[in-house]
T-cell receptor, first 115, second 110 residues
Framework: ETGVTQTPRHLVMGMTNKKSLKCEQH?????MYWYKQSAKKPLELMFVYNFKEQTENNSVPSRFSPECPNSSHLFLHLHTLQPEDSALYLC??????????????FGPGTRLTVT | ELKVEQNPLFLSMQEGKNYTIYCNYS?????LYWYRQDPGKSLESLFV?????AVKQEGRLMASLDTKARLSTLHITAAVHDLSATYFCAVLNRDDKIIFGKGTRLHILP
């Protein structure tokens, strides 16, 4: 596997379910990110982890809970979601979130539908 | 609050033609990124523009940055069908957050 991978690619869940999205990067990067891409809105940054420490929580509701056990893996735990949370969730990584010249590499995304 | 606006949001053009996508942003920044996204796929980094007057070219795409005008352009030369995709610009704000535009969906007709 190369680059940034995400699983599952598609997920349908009810509002009472609990599920997790997984992201893995094989680039040796130290920073990882979660983004939400909705049909009618710009790409929104949700969370940033730098060297496994969360450095950014962009006013995301608590029904989204990130976890970064190491620099290569990032999870997004989901519970009691709302239909408006249906979107494409993209993971990205970069060398460091503190290097302003960084370039982010994106995964293919998880298409989430909340019913 | 930094806002990033792209125009047009949708562009349909013939192969062989030239066109430009514009990216305006509302507050000072000296870091601008262009990404490409194919349907159902990842965002792919195209260009990172780091200073005023920066110009970068890759194949039929050329990007430039004017930090004084708060404007970046992505110019397409002699378009080919393979360039059909959605193109995003993104700008680094003062808090080191990357703010994305809504994207320009480019459709190139054979």
């Amino acid at each position: 596997e190369t680059g940034v991978t995400q699983t599952p690619r598609h997920l349908v869940m009810g509002m009472t379910n609990k599920k997790s999205l997984k992201c893995e990067q094989h680039l040796g990067h130290n920073a990882m990110y979660w983004y939400k891409q909705s049909a009618k809105k710009p790409l929104e940054l949700m969370f940033v982890y730098n060297f496994k420490e969360q450095t950014e929580n962009n006013s995301v509701p608590s029904r989204f809970s990130p976890e970064c056990p190491n620099s290569s893996h990032l999870f997004l735990h989901l519970h009691t979601l709302q239909p408006e949370d249906s979107a494409l969730y993209l993971c990205a990584s970069s060398q460091s979130s503190r290097d302003r010249d960084y370039e982010q590499y994106f995964g293919p995304g998880t298409r989430l539908t909340v019913t | 609050e930094l806002k990033v606006e792209q125009n047009p949001l949708f562009l349909s053009m013939q192969e062989g033609k030239n066109y430009t996508i514009y990216c305006n942003y509302s507050t000072t920044s000296d870091r601008l990124y262009w990404y490409r996204q194919d349907p159902g796929k990842s965002l792919e980094s195209l260009f990172v523009l780091l200073s005023n007057g920066a110009v970068k070219q890759e194949g039929r795409l050329m990007a430039s940055l004017d930090t004084k005008a708060r404007l970046s352009t992505l110019h397409i030369t002699a378009a080919v069908h393979d360039l059909s995709a959605t193109y995003f610009c993104a700008v680094l704000n003062r808090d080191d957050k990357i703010i994305f535009g809504k994207g320009t969906r480019l459709h190139i007709l054979p």
